[in-house]
């Protein structure tokens, strides 16, 4: 199997790595932040806006990966402030309202994400064959 780069269409790191990679099935992210593909990639101004961007943006990765959220088995949040969890919470109930079907979730409180976000986050998925 040979491994494949993924990109978020419109969004790109500033540093020389894809969006994600995938190996058969299996796709990691690198850091996923709420630049908005719409505005150039820049990042959205306000916390919440980047929240909703940011789960946005894990949509249109899965979808260029070739899946769906359905197919997401881990996400890794950071956040610069504890209070931005409900934002988390909000997008996350709405991208997963299923409670006996979300995929596992961990969320650290951190002042070192990159320059310009609020928070950022990582997949792992399990792509359809």
Known sequence: MKRQSV????????????????IGPFLASGSIFG???????????TAEE?????????????????????????????????????????????MFPDEHARPARHTFVTADVSPGALMQCAVLAILPA
């Open 50 to 94: 980047q929240c909703a961007v940011m789960f946005a943006n894990i949509r249109r990765l899965m979808e260029a990966a070739g899946g769906s959220t359905d197919n997401v088995l881990k996400l890794e949040v950071w956040v610069k402030d504890p209070s931005y969890r409900a934002l988390v919470n909000k997008q996350w109930l709405a």
């Open 35 to 45: 630049k908005d593909p719409e505005k150039g990639g820049a990042f959205a101004e």
């Open 7 to 22: 990109e978020i269409p419109g969004v790109h790191h500033t540093n020389p790595i894809p969006s994600a990679s995938k």
